[in-house]
């Protein structure tokens, strides 16, 4: 039985996209999508989807404010876009997505169906009941306006769907998946990210199964008008009954302030993705690291990308890590540097590529840039947090810096900058002392 995993809270941010970064996110979550079912196959891809922690740090490490409600809008669409030519080679289909085409889900299942030999008229039924289970048997405040369904061409599903509260600018975003969903209505959820709103009305709940029935025999037995006045005898006219106890569950607590922290991340982690880059980058990525100044740098990205293809999933406990990959559209931890983007989208690409013709060297090596990581995080020592984002700052207009305010500009300091690769040095240096 798939049961609920945890929660989190989602700061409701508006705004969209720019379309520099949409191509670019379509680009990489394709590519890694692609790593992911040839390592482990697809029903992995599909388990990854249901787990918060992951697609938190899946939309961290493609360049999307590391810790809003957006991230969840612009993976779907990132997905939907990047898999739509590669739907027949992975045998995997991204239907619905935010507004109007949420309620598209429906059709597209039914389209899918019939290239893929499956009853699309089922998956259907499954998109709508799962959107009333989320929006009316878990009465938690937040009105559904997402919806993205992803299935295989075995009939397999995740879901990710996600509701705003308007009133306290929050987001809650539901994961589903099909493995070992057994109904709808007896604790069906993978997952519920978001902070609590109050008291929530879980109808899902196995727990509330006696109040399903019971609700169901008083509506047999009493009429509305009959059951109205029961309630106000109950509650003393106007004033609200007690509340019931809540059992607390697991979540992952985004916080409201946009800039990174030290707090928000495991250091040692970050640390260790620094130290990996320039230990195992000369050995393993020198053929595919052809632009100057930007290569070592590209490799520290790899390494966080290679996480998210290949971590367990107590690593994604800090999705605030992955976005010191390729910054955030919003500046924070740091401007996009689509320079290293781009050359990380080539090397992964390259490396799929070769993976297809029967030539896995290249994944090796970035899966061998996760081990490495991991390995060097024990023993690393630095550089500080501040001091990572400092530099990246200073180097922000050599990387192609970017996000929605335009382009980094270069400034007279910059040209008394030290080298990027002095952190990395420094680190290595500690590491083998």
Partial sequence: MANRSG???????????????????????????????????????????????????????????????????????????????????????????????????????????????????????????????????????????????????????????????????????????????ENFVDAPHAAIEGRGAGEIVNLTDRRAEASRRAQLDLLGAMAPDAIAAQALAITG???????????????????????????????RRLQGAIAAAAERGPKDFSDLLATPGVGARTVRALAMVAEVVHGAPCRFSDPARFSFAHGGKDRNPFPVPTRVYDETIRVMKAAVDAAKLGQDEKLGAIRRLDAEQRKLERAVDGPPVEAVLEEERRASPDYGGRSVFGWEAQSNSSITRRSPSTITRRSLMTAYS
């Fill in 7 to 181: 929660s989190a809270d989602l700061p409701l941010h508006g705004g969209r996209v720019p379309a520099w970064l949409a191509g670019r996110m379509a680009r990489l979550g394709a590519v890694m999508t692609q790593a992911i079912v040839h390592h482990y196959g697809r029903d992995e891809f599909l388990r990854r989807l249901s787990n918060p922690f992951w697609f938190q740090s899946f939309g961290a490490v493609m360049g999307m404010d590391w810790h809003s409600s957006g991230i969840t809008t612009s993976v779907v669409g990132a997905l939907k876009r990047g898999l739509a030519p590669l739907s027949g080679e992975l045998g995997l289909t991204v239907c619905g997505g935010r507004g109007a085409q949420s309620r598209k889900t429906p059709g597209e299942l039914l389209d899918f169906g019939e290239r893929a030999g499956l009853d699309g008229a089922a998956l259907g039924a499954a998109s709508r009941l799962i959107a009333k289970v989320d929006s009316a048997a878990v009465q938690d405040g937040f009105e559904l306006y997402l919806h993205g369904f992803v299935v295989a061409e075995d009939g397999k599903w995740a879901v990710v769907q996600q509701g705003m509260n308007g009133e306290r600018r929050q987001a809650r975003r539901y994961h589903w998946l099909s493995e070992g969903l």
């Fill in 237 to 267: 006219g106007d004033r609200p009954a007690p509340p019931a106890p809540q059992l607390s569950l697991p979540h992952l607590v985004m916080p409201g302030h946009h800039d990174v922290r030290p707090e928000n991340l495991v250091a």
